[in-house]
């Protein structure tokens, strides 16, 4: 794994037959606070400062994600994902985002786990050059910001639950926006 993710191109040979253009490809790279940054928050205990918390046998970490949300998000959602693990490489063609919310993942259970993110460009599509992926841990959450292009979680080693937060809009449409891509992007080791 490289300390930073990188996008560069392979051979279409190496992809069969669907495309005759090169394909770019993602290098996972782990997950830190720094990294991530341009697309949200990590949301974890190590390095953050605690304070003491039930009679002193806790410590509790206050901030550590902004749940920023704007209209018409106004509705508060906790659900609970079920996600399978999925080999890489992995075929990305599609991002989505939530233009009004954030989207928090906290996992309850799993092991390591694929996050994939864009920046948003001037006119509300993705900016593939910010494209990245991390791999994060099971004492890992990520917070993404509103409107931040991702791809679904992703579960690397075996099957995984996350508890899930977000802001939602009363229509669907205002809630949840996704766009193919106009070529894959591969994930590889």
Request: net charge neutral; aromatic share 8%.
């Amino acid at each position: 794994m490289s300390p930073r993710s990188h996008l560069s191109l392979a051979s279409p040979a190496r992809l069969g037959p669907r495309s005759e253009a090169a394909i770019a490809v993602i290098t996972p790279a782990p997950l830190t606070r720094a990294a991530f940054a341009p697309y949200g928050a990590v949301i974890e205990a190590a390095g953050a400062q605690g304070r003491a918390a039930n009679d002193g046998r806790a410590l509790r970490f206050d901030q550590i994600a902004e749940l920023a949300h704007r209209r018409p998000a106004r509705d508060p959602s906790l659900a609970i994902y079920q996600i399978e693990p999925s080999p890489l490489p992995l075929k990305v063609d599609y991002l989505e985002r939530h233009p009004a919310s954030c989207q928090v993942f906290v996992p309850m259970s799993t092991g390591r786990y694929l996050v994939i993110a864009a920046g948003q460009a001037a006119d509300g599509g993705s900016r593939l050059e910010t494209l990245r992926a991390f791999v994060a841990t099971s004492t890992q959450g990520i917070c993404y910001g509103p409107g931040v292009w991702h791809y679904p979680m992703v579960s690397l080693d075996r099957a995984a639950t996350f508890a899930m937060f977000m802001w939602q809009a009363p229509a669907a449409a205002e809630d949840c926006e996704v766009r193919p891509l106009d070529a894959p992007v591969e994930v590889r080791q």
